[in-house]
């Protein structure tokens, strides 16, 4: 049945683009939306407000530092990840795509320490308008990450399959558009890492 | 429905790629529960999403009797509504609240929606562009099953202990941070959401890549435009509501502040809140969706008047170019007006006169589209069958509805009127009388499509005359009632308000024309199905039509055309000079 | 692959090694001005300008939009489009309210 859709691998002539790569950046587009809306959400509740913490005061700058590096990182290793599919060399994308999950991963254990000792000390997202935005977006954005580090570990378990089973081009197609969504995980970080930490 | 004969057939001669061979039985449950192939999914969201319109419907019957009769016992089935809701049969006002706003979140996201474009954007947008079938097969059946899954959340609300939502459709904080059912609705949308967004990639994606070849943008019919704009609204609108819906959830469930101020009191008591949120920022991110969802209630409805028109007039549309330019200008424009909703929120009076502004010039386009179809008549060979009188219907209640609105679009007017039942009567216009019957003009038109038969002319003429009298009956005397003051949401019509004797009959008069509204559908829920097994066969063309769905066999089997479709000309070469046969399909080249 | 048969992958990864260094660059810069405890109003457009930088390279270099095809740029177009209005008409209207 699916072999009667086109452009599944090879684009399509006069868009330049396979049906999978108009879906993920029009997703991405829905996600800059959703986001959006939370953005408005802060300045809106910041400005209309007597006062306001400075993300100094509430945030370790240090460990919010870290995970911006972290995650930077990752997005290097997932488009080093794409550039070996690309050269048709399996190996290294094995230990990128790995690495990209594992990142990932470290993002979530530093996150779970900052939540900890937030808890630990009272604040919750009940407590101030701040904390609620900063705990709603930073989990959102974690929703988020867990998303993609299960994308990518599929990628890195089924990756040898698709590969002996003469399915590579659907494999640097696909592993190209999960590392689309990575990057714009790390692209909201982006953003989320200064505007609820430094300012 | 049933493509096994035609299966086989279809698959050999399909050209591109390597063919399935339907020989296999796929079985009941992939075949009709678990289907992937457009069409089967179309049927179902239509389906399904009419049982919900009865289901809304309903609802709004049962609230009539307390607006017309203020404290007498519903009669017939007030004593099942058990003692919470309506004790001794007189409704109480939480359930008053309840069937409001389960009948407008009902209505417009489990209703209109999805039969506008989960049913016919489904079914027909793939065979009017030549495609096999969606881009994503599996992400649509997905898409239905969130719907089904949030419909059955919003159903089953009913049964929760506090009722379901009863703060609006709008939700608006603080009350509904508090009020019983909305935990539940916030679910709810949160799947309808989802649902809408899966289908919005899948149009979106297959109307650029996988139409036929020679299928430039400049020869979509109509209702491709149309979906193609709608499915962008959907893309881009819900995600705030989204987000609010979360922030929302999160006031009621882990005591957030997002919409709540502090020191506010309810029943007497201080709430022990952080405060620091803002109400209006709730009402922004869900009029920021829910103005642009308006068009998404319009925008396929006036895509299928387009093709029942040209197909019934047997002549080109008058100003199709025009009318694709006014289609993507509306729908861009549908993101910058929704503060219209908010004027009498202390806006000052730049932003009040920012937002008239736009509204105003986002009546242009509308009007347009509106003229163009009504100049497309003029000079005519017109075809009353029963989807053109509901096209034709279409035209002038979608008419007064826009009309009405201006003066709700103008921030001094709508000072006076707002939150009135003009208001009310304004936006009925617009999706009852207007998208409903352009829903009925489609159903009666492609159901050939679908099921290779026609339903009855003369159950459909009964049908087409009850809903016209009805629905005017029910809507156009709450222009009256809201002009004299009558406030919406009220549990007794305004009965006890100075205005209230000289309204009251004109309330009950609106409540009778519902139940006979209500009546009238009855020769179509016959007809329906009635006409799968009785009505008369048709074979793959029966309107004539010149657009590509039609070239494929009634019912188009999986996989749609015997081979993959060429596309030579425009969607509407209706009498052309020099040929015998009044139309001339897109696909034929010479 | 999509439209990009062409690419040199060798410049390409050269060049990801670039971006990521200026963006840990960057990323240092950012965290180093808000030890400086400037003013409220100081502090949001350094912070912002510097994350815009960053979240451009991110989208023009690893997301590689700099060589994507012209259907995409107009949906991200009018996208920001309308994520700019969202970020400020409701802030706006907010602020432009009626004070008695």
């Keep these: ?199 | 429905m049933d493509g096994r004969h035609q299966g086989g057939q279809a698959a050999k001669t399909a050209e591109h790629g390597s063919h399935v061979e339907h020989h296999e039985e796929i079985g009941f449950w992939r075949r009709y529960v678990f289907s992937t192939d457009h069409k089967v999914i179309g049927i179902q969201y239509t389906v399904t999403g009419l049982f919900f319109l009865f289901f809304g419907f309903c609802l709004m019957m049962i609230l009539r009797w307390q607006l017309a009769y203020p404290g007498m016992p519903i009669p017939l089935i007030g004593s099942w509504l058990g003692d919470s809701r309506a004790p001794g049969g007189v409704m109480l006002p939480e359930f008053y609240n309840e069937l409001g706003a389960m009948h407008g979140t009902i209505m417009v996201f489990l209703g209109v929606v999805p039969i506008g474009v989960g049913g016919f954007g489904n079914f027909v947008l793939p065979l009017q562009i030549g495609a096999a079938d969606m881009a994503f097969p599996k992400i649509n059946m997905f898409s239905y099953q969130f719907f089904v899954l949030g419909g059955l959340v919003m159903l089953l609300s009913f049964l929760l202990p506090g009722g379901a939502a009863q703060s609006g459709w709008t939700s608006y904080s603080p009350l509904a941070d508090i009020n019983p059912g909305q935990t539940a609705w916030g679910f709810g949308m949160v799947l309808i959401i989802t649902s809408s967004l899966l289908g919005a990639l899948n149009f979106i994606t297959t109307t650029i890549q996988l139409r036929a070849k020679g299928m430039s943008f400049w020869r979509f019919p109509f209702f491709v435009w149309a979906q193609f704009v709608t499915a962008f609204l959907l893309l881009l609108a819900f995600p705030p509501l989204e987000a609010a819906t979360v922030m929302q959830i999160m006031d009621r469930l882990a005591g957030t502040s997002f919409f709540l101020p502090a020191g506010l009191v309810v029943s007497g008591q201080q709430m022990l809140n952080s405060g620091g949120g803002n109400p209006l920022l709730w009402q922004h991110l869900f009029w920021f969706l829910a103005h642009p969802e308006v068009y998404v209630l319009i925008l396929p409805a006036l895509g299928i008047v387009a093709e029942v028109i040209a197909n019934n007039t047997r002549k080109p549309l008058f100003g199709y170019t025009a009318m694709v330019y006014s289609l993507i200008f509306l729908g861009f424009m549908s993101f910058i007006v929704w503060a219209h909703h908010m004027f009498i929120t202390g806006m000052g009076s730049g932003m009040a006169t920012f937002f008239q502004t736009t509204t105003m010039i986002i009546s242009i386009p509308s009007v347009v589209i509106l003229a163009s179809l009504l100049l497309s008549l003029w000079g005519g060979s017109i075809r009353f069958n029963t989807p053109m009188l509901f096209a034709l219907a279409f035209l002038p209640m979608f008419g007064i509805g826009g009309l009405t609105g201006l003066p709700l679009g103008l921030s001094a007017p709508d000072i006076h009127l707002h939150d009135t039942y003009y208001v009310i009567a304004h936006f009925h216009y617009v999706v009852a009388p207007g998208t409903i019957f352009a829903f009925f003009a489609g159903l009666y038109f492609w159901y050939p499509k679908a099921t290779g038969r026609r339903m009855n002319e003369t159950l459909g003429n009964v049908h087409f005359w009850g809903s016209v009298i009805g629905m005017n009956g029910v809507f156009m005397p709450m222009f009256w009632i809201g002009l004299a003051g009558v406030s919406r949401r009220l549990y007794d019509g305004g009965a006890t308000y100075d205005f209230g004797p000289e309204v009251a009959s004109l309330t009950a008069f609106s409540s009778w024309s519902a139940w006979f509204l209500g009546i009238s559908q009855l020769p179509f829920i016959a007809n329906f199905f009635w006409s799968l097994r009785h009505g008369e066969v048709v074979d793959r063309n029966p309107w004539q039509s010149t657009t590509v769905e039609w070239q494929a066999p009634s019912p188009p089997p999986h996989g749609n055309f015997d081979r993959a479709p060429v596309i030579y000309r425009g969607p509407y070469d209706y009498s052309p000079p020099g040929y015998a046969v009044d139309f001339v399909p897109q696909t034929q080249e010479a | 692959m999509d439209g990009n048969h062409a690419i040199d992958i060798d410049r390409t990864v050269r060049g990801f090694v670039v971006v990521f260094i200026t963006l840990l660059a960057l990323t240092a810069v950012s965290v180093g001005v808000s030890y400086l405890h400037l003013k409220e109003w100081e502090a949001v457009t350094v912070a912002l300008i510097i994350a815009t930088f960053k979240a451009s390279l991110v989208a023009m270099f690893f997301m590689r939009l700099l060589s994507e095809t012209k259907v995409i740029f107009l949906v991200l177009g009018v996208t920001v489009a309308f994520f700019l209005v969202l970020l400020f008409v409701p802030l706006l209207t907010t602020m432009d309210r009626i004070r008695v």
């Design chain 1, 1 to 199: 049945m699916d072999a009667l859709i086109p452009y599944i691998t090879e684009p399509r002539e006069d868009t330049g683009v396979t049906n999978s790569k108009i879906c993920i950046w029009l997703f991405l587009a829905s996600e800059i939306m959703l986001f959006g809306a939370f953005f408005a959400t802060y300045i809106v509740l910041r400005l209309g407000s007597d006062s306001w913490p400075r993300g100094w005061e509430i945030q370790n700058v240090p460990l919010g530092a870290t995970n911006t590096v972290v995650l930077i990182t990752s997005s290097v290793t997932m488009v080093m990840a794409w550039a070996s599919l690309e050269r048709r060399d399996l190996a290294k994308f094995h230990r990128f795509i790995g690495a990209t999950v594992l990142l990932g991963g470290v993002f979530l254990v530093i996150k779970y320490f900052e939540y900890s000792a937030k808890f630990a000390h009272h604040l919750a997202p009940s407590t101030s308008a701040y904390l609620a935005i900063y705990f709603t977006m930073t989990g959102l954005h974690a929703l988020h990450v867990i998303f993609g580090m299960g994308a990518n570990g599929y990628f890195w378990v089924t990756g040898r399959s698709y590969w002996q089973s003469g399915e590579q081009l659907l494999l640097v197609n696909r592993v190209e558009n999960a590392g689309l969504f990575w990057h714009f995980v790390d692209l909201v970080w982006i953003f989320l890492f200064p505007i609820l930490y430094l300012m």
